[in-house]
């Protein structure tokens, strides 16, 4: 199955099983957790069951293109259910079924994995999911964002695509992968893995991380305090990319990692509140059409 | 008649620590819950497999105990009037019981008289009708140190409940949780046996399980069927030439991580043999839980076991985790070579950024305050035997700089589990001193109970003070551990400070070491409205606190360390010198012949203001003996505790137990003439310091006495 196969599979099984289909958010982000479908959608009570993939970052992961699957950019696929349904793992074992892994042949587990994201004020306890021992799939259910606890909670789920397709295609490494007949993820992201590897660890300008970081702060202060939530949404998000850049460069001291992460977390903090009230003064209408 | 009842509380995967948590939390809980509701039953046993938590109670009666209970009401004198009518207040009474006056009889409770009251048979409810209320809270009051809640449920537990199977005998014991209601429905192997399985009767529970769900409920059983995989591989197939490593604690969490367990062997390329042993073998267990194994000369070799859950494997599996290890050893060699890029003075410098404690400054903060106080028990006395030999001081203070440096290189922070050993490899292959690489890893030692010691002098006394160091600051900063909380562990440091002292037979007063380890914390951050003395007593006394625990374990005496401690002393190693002198003594002679002389000296003394003994006073032939005898006794002893002959100090005692007895039995204390009287009680005060020196003896508690 070619890579783009796998992505078509899930994005049919999640339709299939009630979940809206969306596109990526046009934003730098380390996880599909920060995309407001899910990092703001979790909040509050009305119901929400949404699939997308997302382009990732992670710049500490860059191995300049030599692990054969560590790498500072990939793709993942996110579902998040809320609430989390009561057959959820057996839907996530329906999903892989769809992708035609045989479960009677295959070992797989889900591995206690609690996962918390400081910099959002998030905490979930869940599971990565091994297939014959590779990480595939992080499964997490939701208990706190931006400091809030949640109710209902939601069922995250996080596919490693390339994982996934490494372990459906029976290939040693990313680079190898069939994205499509005849063109190989290789072809598609080896050179910029390599560049920006380069630029993560060697380039980037620290001074102007560090400018950037103050100045979407300030921003964000101003944006949110006119109500504009969605917009201070992404400011939070370029908060915690550029702190991510500057934590590749080891530009941040172990001590002031903390103050940093405080400092965006209080930033996700004033934004979840604001879109819960938010939420509540329009009444909720996603619970209304139940 | 007596039936079994199995319970089971199914759930999603339950990590490895939640599992025993679960069996022991829900044990307890049954257990009191029966017995509260009076339903005697043989014994319960638990079991747990990922999916599930178990409790089997055998013998369960069917029929509660009868309880009879008194209702007492007014006097009879307020119950009934002159004529023996009753009163309102006697009617009012029997109204709330639902019964006639008529009905209700004379109660007398003892001293206080007698009322008109009931004795109450309180009804033998069936077992049934009970267990619904006992099972259902028992699900509610187990508690796990992580819980989540899920869905809109209220519920709190590790991991959601999917399902709950409630068997008495053939009968399910009905009740509702959330949304679920209990059953005789369990569910197998998640993708062996998808479906659910209906279960018979309590009996047949395990034997239904594991042949139609293919789930093995008893951890005990998982374990040993790895073990015999694994020793039939070691002798059979391998023929004694590779042996694999045999870590407990993964071992435990193996086997709570399978519900059916089956080993595979994987082999990895011969490319990654160059990784040192210590951290390959850490790389192979850590984030995929596999074993390693190692060839006839003790060398990891290339092959690894998978114990993965229960699946037959067509190759799919062997290869898929191969692939896995393959790229988690790539990614440790990428660590251990970027490591290499660097020296100690990098990582040293690094430390400034990172924080030991909020308000406790940085990790470089510690390692200059280790290389103060590790001097300082090196240069106390028993430590300073040390400086004899070789540099041994030159070599506590380069290993207290590096020991935390490997906090910070890419090995440990992405193998947390090998701090120590990161170090100790690091400081090997960068030409340091053996006694330094290794005082590095031993520093950290004990990490858990009955974990092994530190074997150098520089590994012992670097590992007393990285320990006594984070117990003075977290006292300084309030995180004093009491009952079960202890999040930072300061109980089982304190236990590694006390077995360490023992093993390098170092010789010190803990209020001194801790009073310095303050000071240099007080000289760089501020404690407001902190009293160092509280703060000093607090710590020695949590010490001392260890070694008494130790004490304990063995069933040892804990009156002669009261007794010891009443002389003040507080070097653990001089406690512990004395403890086994008395106790060898105990044995042997009769130790009464030192206390009671000593509790009649202390019964005259207590509470009186006390002078030096004048000579002239001293008229009666036995006071005048007892004077000569404590001016020599107390010569001879005083050397002898320099020599640390706690046996020769308690003949000595022995034997002025009986000058002492004599002084009592032919002198009058209390005469009177008030300045004779009081000479003689500054004698007996002396005399009493005497004892005290080594031990306050009236503090053994011995037959028959404590005070005479």
Redesign the interface.
């Known amino acids: 199955m070619n890579f783009q196969d796998i992505i078509f599979n899930l994005q049919k099984y999640w339709s299939d099983n009630g979940c809206i289909i969306k596109q990526p958010m046009d934003l730098e982000k380390g996880a599909g957790t920060f995309n407001p479908d899910t990092f703001l959608r979790c909040l509050g009570p009305e119901p929400w069951n949404v699939a997308y993939v997302e382009p990732s970052r992670r710049p500490t992961d860059g191995r300049y293109g030599q692990n054969p699957f560590r790498t500072q950019f990939y793709y993942q696929f996110q579902v998040l259910l809320k609430p989390s349904p009561d057959d959820v793992i057996d839907l996530y074992l329906g999903s892989l079924e769809s992708l035609g892994i045989k479960l009677k042949l295959h070992d797989i587990r889900f591995v206690e994995d609690d996962w918390q994201s400081p910099t959002i004020g998030a905490v979930g306890l869940g599971w990565e999911v091994w297939a014959d021992g590779m990480e595939i799939t992080q499964f997490t259910y939701f208990q706190q964002m931006g400091g809030f606890m949640l109710k209902p909670v939601s069922t995250e789920i996080t596919y490693g695509l390339e994982r996934i397709a490494m372990y459906l295609q029976d290939k040693d490494s990313f680079w190898d992968l069939k994205w499509s007949d005849g063109i190989t993820y290789g072809d598609l992201h080896l050179e910029s893995e390599k560049q920006w590897s380069v630029y993560n660890f060697e380039v980037a300008s620290v001074s102007m991380l560090l400018d950037l970081f103050k100045k979407y702060e300030k921003e964000f202060k101003k944006v949110i305090d006119k109500g504009l939530i969605f917009v201070g949404c992404e400011y939070v998000i370029k908060c915690s990319h550029i702190f991510n850049l500057l934590d590749a460069r080891e530009a941040i001291s172990v001590a002031e990692r903390t103050s940093y992460i405080a400092r965006v977390r209080n930033l996700a903090k004033i934004l979840c509140s604001a879109y819960l009230k938010h939420r509540e003064e329009m009444g909720y209408p996603l619970l209304k059409k139940e | 008649m007596r039936k079994n009842l199995v319970f089971e509380i199914g759930t999603?995967?339950l990590?490895?620590?939640c599992t025993g948590e679960g069996v022991s939390g829900l044990k307890e809980i049954l257990e009191n819950k029966l017995a509260e509701n009076r339903l005697e039953f043989e014994d319960i046993q638990t079991y747990s497999s990922?999916r599930r938590l178990v409790a089997v109670v055998k013998g369960l009666s069917e029929l509660q105990n009868s309880k009879e209970r008194t209702v007492a009401g007014p006097t009879l004198k307020v119950a009934f009037d002159k004529d023996g009518n009753p009163t309102r207040a006697a009617e009012g009474f029997a109204r709330s019981l639902n019964l006639k006056v008529s009905d209700l009889e004379e109660i007398e409770v003892e001293g206080k008289g007698v009322y008109l009251g009931k004795r109450i048979i309180e009804e033998e409810k069936k077992a049934v009708d009970v267990l619904p209320d006992i099972l259902k809270d028992s699900i509610l009051s187990l508690t796990f140190s992580?819980q989540?809640?899920?869905?809109?449920h209220d519920i709190k537990f590790a991991?959601?409940i999917?399902w709950i199977l409630a068997l008495y005998d053939n009968e399910v014991i009905k009740f509702s949780l959330e949304?679920l209601n209990s059953a005789n429905i369990t569910f197998g192997h998640?993708?062996?046996s998808?479906g659910p399985i209906n279960i018979k009767d309590a009996d047949s529970y395990f034997k239904l399980l594991q042949d139609k769900g293919k789930v093995i409920a008893d951890a005990g059983k998982r374990k040993e069927l790895i073990l015999n995989q694994i020793n039939q591989l070691e002798e059979d197939i391998w023929k004694g030439n590779y042996k694999v490593v045999l870590d407990g604690n993964l071992l435990n969490d193996v086997v709570n991580?399978?519900e059916i367990p089956n080993v595979v062997i994987g082999n990895f390329p011969e490319e990654f043999l160059y990784i040192p042993k210590d951290l390959l073998v850490e790389a192979i267990q850590y984030h995929?839980k596999y074993f390693a194994v190692l060839d006839k000369s003790g060398n990891v070799s290339t092959k690894f076991l998978?114990i993965?859950?229960g699946?037959k494997?067509?190759g799919?599996?062997k290869?898929?985790?191969e692939?896995?290890?393959?790229?988690r050893l790539?990614?440790a060699a990428?660590f251990y070579e970027e490591d290499k890029k660097h020296d100690f003075n990098y990582w040293a410098d690094?430390l400034?950024?990172?924080?030991f404690f909020s308000n406790l400054g940085?990790m470089h903060n510690k390692a200059l305050r280790l290389k103060k106080v590790s001097a300082y028990i090196a240069g106390l006395p028993g430590g300073s035997r040390l400086h004899k030999k070789d540099d041994i001081s030159t070599n506590l203070a380069t290993a207290s700089m590096l020991c935390k440096c490997d906090l910070?290189t890419n090995m440990v922070v992405e193998f947390p589990a090998l701090q120590g050993v990161v170090g100790r490899q690091y400081a090997r292959e960068k030409g340091e001193k053996s006694e330094v690489s290794d005082a590095i890893f031993e520093h950290y030692l004990p990490r858990f109970a009955a974990d092994i010691l530190p074997t150098t002098d520089v590994g012992l006394i670097l590992s007393i003070a990285d320990k006594i160091d984070t117990i003075t600051g977290m006292f300084l900063v309030g995180k004093i551990p009491s009952g079960s909380e202890d999040p930072f562990a300061l109980r089982r440091k304190a236990s590694g400070i006390v077995l360490s002292i023992l093993k390098g037979k170092y010789d010190f007063d803990l209020t001194g070491l801790i009073s310095y380890n303050q000071n240099l914390y007080q000289k760089s951050f501020d404690f407001r409205g902190i009293s160092d003395l509280k703060i000093n007593t607090g710590i020695k006394d949590f010490i001392i606190a260890r070694y008494r625990f130790l004490l304990e374990k063995k069933d040892k005496r804990l009156d002669i360390l009261e007794s010891i401690l009443g002389s003040g002393c507080c070097s653990i190693l001089d406690i512990d010198l004395r403890y086994k002198a008395i106790e060898e003594f105990i044995e042997s002679k009769d130790i009464k012949k030192i206390s009671y002389p000593m509790i009649r000296c202390k019964n005259i003394i207590d509470k009186k203001e006390f002078g030096e003994v004048d000579v002239e006073l001293l008229g009666e032939e036995y006071e005048k003996r007892l004077f000569l005898s404590l001016s020599s006794k107390e010569k001879a002893i005083k050397d002898l505790m320099c020599k640390k002959d706690y046996t020769a100090v308690l003949a000595e005692l022995y034997g002025f137990g009986e000058i002492v007895d004599l002084f009592f039995d032919k002198v009058l204390v209390m005469d009177k003439d008030k300045k004779v009287r009081s000479n003689r009680i500054n004698l007996i005060k002396k005399a009493v310091d005497l004892y005290l020196l080594m031990a306050d003896f009236s503090r053994l508690t011995i037959e028959g006495n404590s005070r005479i």
């Open positions: 999603e995967e990590p490895p620590s990922p992580k989540m809640t899920w869905a809109d991991r959601p999917r949304n998640r993708t062996l998808p991580m399978v995929q998978i993965q859950n699946i494997d067509n799919g599996i290869k898929g985790n692939r896995v290890l393959k790229a790539s990614d990428f690094k400034k950024g990172v924080i940085s910070v």
